[in-house]
């Protein structure tokens, strides 16, 4: 089914062009975003059910205007039905508020942007749109998966079901552009918790993509396994701390794709120098086995869309070819200093926030290898398996991964053996440099957020195939 | 606003309950790079919640269901009505036990002073801006970049049982990254401020002491795999590590099976050698960006011992978890404070230790007691000689360390930080763990 655009936005459309209309005739660059996004979050667990609107739902508008030097931001959620010559006059002092208490100050310069004329728009699809189904029977469904998943085991103390699904609509209106996009998202996970009396664990599986409440059916299969799973780390042993042959399944490649060359390829980090990266354009970073894509347009996933925040169009940028980095992702007003071409990657957490460069879709392009022979190579070492957490540092290119568990392999065989939990630590070219076999299939993942730093917080989707090089665990 | 939606809840008769929170920001913000202000930005932003409450019974049991849903400021009636429509339908199915929600309460609201009240926000914003940048005046070091966020917060909490309040409050919000460049590769440090008052000296030192330690990470060596060592974790990380006892005190996560944390009982584990916990929650701590009078469900606030000599006084919660759990409900603070410990840092370096005092990301499973983090800057002291090293990672678990655990007598305060929440910790800079597992070259 088709998604349909915000009725809202669609009624306000000729009040924000008229605004951008206004306020073009002092300043030479004015964009207006507006959002209307509504997300609901489903949870059940042994004792509570929760439904409410999500961190996702706002409403609301930012106002960006080149102010001679650089650039100034308004984000605003109340706008008026008429007077809009007088609403435009209270925005455009807005714009300028800091500039009587920061005279005196330096500010960054920047150019007037110059923009082709687009008007475009899309309007994703999806199997069961969620405002169809109604939360008796979402909850009703949850309640079942998270019965069958307490049942499994004694062991299992509590066990969670959680469907998010968040509609979005986005306009952008500028002096020469005019876009509008509106489609669905939906994430859905089963976290068993596990205790054996001294101690607990917890593992959890998670769903994402395009998708509507078909999303919650994908969950079925999989209940009994991640309970089992879960009781099974409470046996689980602890690493001995060392450097050893692995293997990351798809998730994990995703997180590492992610860390190593997603957030060290942030363009806006170039701009502030923050990027060791930029030192290494068109030369090795990774084994010539390693191509590595990112943006709107790589994949279908949570972060696949026409336009971003700032109004550029997605695209899908080559950032790893055969082991040469070739380029970043970048936000307007970073491309904009750099002289690059905008890559579609300018994202906000919400109206109410800054652009930066983020990523949408990050994947490692699949190789030719049979994950049977990769794990046949390894005389010892381990599979590590189901990403918890990861964290960028773009300047030192170290990078710093947590998994529940890895599972040993010995003599070209994988064990019954498993340790949890996991931390990977290294430097980013000595990980990607040791990658020497790809495995021919891939998956992507787009569960939880990614934030810049510690805030920030955007949806976006990282995965890859089966990759084998060398890590040190801990 | 809030009286038409007042209004549309009065008359809606599905509804048992609600409750409504507004908040109106107005914010400044401001991008540097270096001293150079790369986006000034503004705000004014209004956003309410309501949540509705259903009550109904089943074999004779009580229930309430409730649901949250947000009402942006430019719906119009039908779209409101529409909407707590929606709420009250999903709250007939969330089948919660039964708790009644907070009455209007007589006990004083104790509010937080801010010298920001003085002014307006863009008057700030220069003189938090020259605070920061103070002592940036290395020849091979400097602030990389910052961010620096003002927030005016005008909060009105109303509820179906009497409860009107509203309150002004503060919060103020730094990022910034430390530089230091010699003879080999620039380095950088992160670090995050928050605050809700006007304190120069705080702002200025901190830059400082984080230009300072991005010089002596420049000189690091990698981090030596020692297997299981005595390791001491000072600042921020120190308060993520506390943390945890917060968060084992909660009603909810005990209702949840998270804590088996009971109250008379030590939350340190049996035969404990090292210090012990004292933890209180206060609402009202200075310079705080979570100190409120009240809490989200409009329960008046007051200072509450929660951990003392290592025992479990009693769980702190909302209004819900609390009932479920038969205690008195403290409402939610996000305040903790610890007390002190036995030791000085430096008597904590008496014998062979690894120091971390910045991590990639420190993290501590709630659920299991787990942690571990990659280092970004340390010092290893082999009895002899004290190392600055990086690298490398560290991991435990708290659960079976936390009996042998010295806290350091000097203070700090800071944040510590939750997905979507603020926490506020003001205790020990410093604490010692025994027996952690340090990984390296």
């Not at chain 2, 709420?87 to 010298?115: C, H, M, Q, W």
């Not at chain 2, 961010?147 to 990022?175: C, M, P, Q, V």
């Not at chain 2, 942690?371 to 190392?387: H, K, M, N, P, Q």
Request: proline share 4%.
């Amino acid at each position: 089914m088709k998604i349909k655009m915000s009725p809202y936005l669609l009624q306000t459309k000729a009040s924000l062009k008229k605004i951008v209309e206004i306020l073009s005739q002092k300043d030479s660059y004015v964009s207006i975003l507006g959002s209307d996004t509504k997300g609901k979050n489903y949870a059940v667990t042994k004792n509570t059910i929760d439904v409410n609107d999500s961190f996702w739902t706002e409403r609301g508008f930012v106002l960006r205007a080149y102010n001679g030097t650089n650039y100034s931001e308004f984000s605003f959620n109340e706008m008026p039905e008429d007077n809009l010559e007088q609403f435009a006059a209270y925005l455009s002092r807005q714009l300028d508020s800091y500039k009587v208490s920061l005279a005196g100050s330096e500010f960054e310069s920047y150019p007037v942007i110059e923009e082709e004329s687009i008007k475009a728009d899309f309007y994703g699809e999806v199997e069961i749109l969620p405002q169809t189904v109604s939360s008796e029977v979402i909850l009703k469904k949850l309640t079942e998966l998270k019965d069958r998943g307490l049942r499994c085991s004694k062991a299992v103390f509590n066990y969670q079901v959680i469907f998010n699904t968040t509609h979005l609509s986005k306009v952008f209106i500028s002096t020469k552009k005019e876009l509008e996009q509106s489609y669905v998202w939906s994430e859905a996970y089963l976290f068993a918790l596990t205790t054996n009396g001294s101690s607990n664990k917890y593992l959890f599986k998670s769903f994402s993509g395009l998708k509507g409440a078909e999303i919650i059916e994908e969950m079925n299969p999989h209940v009994e396994e991640v309970a089992i799973e879960s009781e099974r780390l409470l046996s689980a042993g602890t690493i001995v701390p060392g450097t050893y042959d692995v293997i990351c399944s798809p998730d994990v490649t995703g997180i590492i794709a992610h860390e190593a060359f997603g957030h060290g390829v942030e363009m806006d980090m170039f701009v502030k120098d923050r990027a060791k990266a930029v030192e290494y354009i068109n030369k090795p970073v990774a084994s010539e086995l390693v191509t590595m894509h990112e943006g709107a347009k790589a994949a279908v996933q949570v972060s696949s869309y026409l336009f971003d925040d700032e109004g550029v169009l997605g695209t899908d940028t080559v950032i790893i070819d055969k082991g040469i980095l070739k380029t970043g992702i970048s936000d307007l007003l970073s491309a904009l200093k750099l002289g690059t071409a905008p890559t579609g990657n300018g994202k906000r957490q919400s109206y109410e926030r800054k652009a930066y460069a983020r990523m949408t879709n990050t994947i490692i392009a699949p190789g030719k290898d049979k994950v049977e022979d990769m794990i046949a190579s390894i005389k010892h070492g381990y599979m590590l398996v189901d990403s918890l957490s990861g964290m960028e540092d773009p300047k030192n290119w170290g990078i710093q991964c947590m998994f529940a568990k890895c599972i040993e392999i010995k003599d070209g065989k994988l064990t019954d053996k498993i340790l949890s939990p996991i931390i990977m630590t290294g430097y980013v070219p000595e990980l990607l440099s040791n990658i020497s076999m790809v495995s021919d299939d891939m998956e992507l993942m787009g569960s939880g957020m990614c934030g810049k730093g510690y805030k920030e917080y955007v949806k976006n989707a990282c995965g890859g195939p089966y990759i084998k090089t060398k890590a040190r665990l801990g | 606003m809030l009286n038409r939606i007042i209004d549309i809840l009065k008359s809606n008769k599905d509804i048992s309950d609600w409750k409504l929170v507004q908040n109106v920001t107005e914010a400044n913000e401001l991008f540097l790079i270096k001293k150079a202000i790369d986006m000034p930005r503004t705000k004014r932003v209004v956003n309410i919640e309501v949540t509705v409450y259903r009550d109904f019974e089943e074999n004779g049991s009580k229930y309430r269901g409730s649901s949250i849903v947000k009402i942006p400021p430019t719906m119009t009636d039908e779209e409101i009505a529409s909407t707590i429509k929606e709420g009250v339908f999903a709250a007939t199915f969330v089948k919660n036990e039964y708790y009644p929600l907070p009455s209007r309460s007589d006990r004083e609201l104790i509010a937080a002073e801010s010298s920001f009240d003085t002014a307006p926000l863009n008057e700030w914003m220069p003189k938090i801006k020259d605070a920061l940048y103070k002592y940036d005046n290395f020849k091979n070091g400097c602030i990389n970049s910052a961010e620096i966020f003002l927030n005016k917060n005008d909060t009105t909490i109303i509820n179906s049982k009497g409860i009107n309040i509203s309150f002004t409050g503060y919060s103020g919000h730094i990022e910034f990254i430390a530089n230091w460049k010699e003879e080999g590769e620039e380095i950088e440090l992160y670090k995050e401020l928050m605050f809700s008052d006007f304190d120069e000296e705080n702002l200025s030192g901190t830059a400082q002491e984080m230009l300072e330690m991005s010089k002596e990470k420049v000189n690091t060596k990698p981090t030596p795999n020692l297997g299981s060592f005595p390791v001491i974790i000072t600042g921020s990380p120190a308060a993520e590590l506390l943390k945890h006892y917060y968060i084992q005190s909660n009603a909810k996560h005990v209702y949840n099976h998270i804590s088996t944390a009971k109250p008379s009982e030590s939350i340190q584990g049996s035969d404990i050698k090292g210090d012990k916990i004292n933890m209180v929650l206060d609402p009202a701590v200075k310079n705080s960006p979570v100190s409120a009078p009240v809490d989200n469900d409009g329960v008046t606030l007051a200072r509450q011992s929660i951990i003392k000599d290592g025992v479990l006084q009693k769980y702190w919660g909302t209004t819900q978890y609390s009932h479920y759990l038969n205690v008195e409900p403290t409402g939610r603070i996000n305040n903790m404070i610890f007390e002190g410990g036995s030791k000085t840092i430096s008597e904590m370096r008496a014998e062979p230790y690894l120091e971390i005092a910045a991590f990639s990301d420190f993290q501590l499973s709630p659920m299991t007691g787990e942690f571990a983090g990659e280092i970004r800057l340390g010092w290893y002291f082999d009895g002899t000689t004290r190392t600055t090293v990086s690298g490398g990672s560290i991991s435990g678990n708290l659960n079976a360390l936390h009996n042998n655990m010295y806290l350091s007598k000097e203070l700090q305060q800071c944040v510590a930080k939750e997905v979507f929440e603020t926490l506020n910790y003001s205790g020990p800079k410093a604490v010692m763990l025994y027996n952690v597992l340090v990984a390296g070259n």
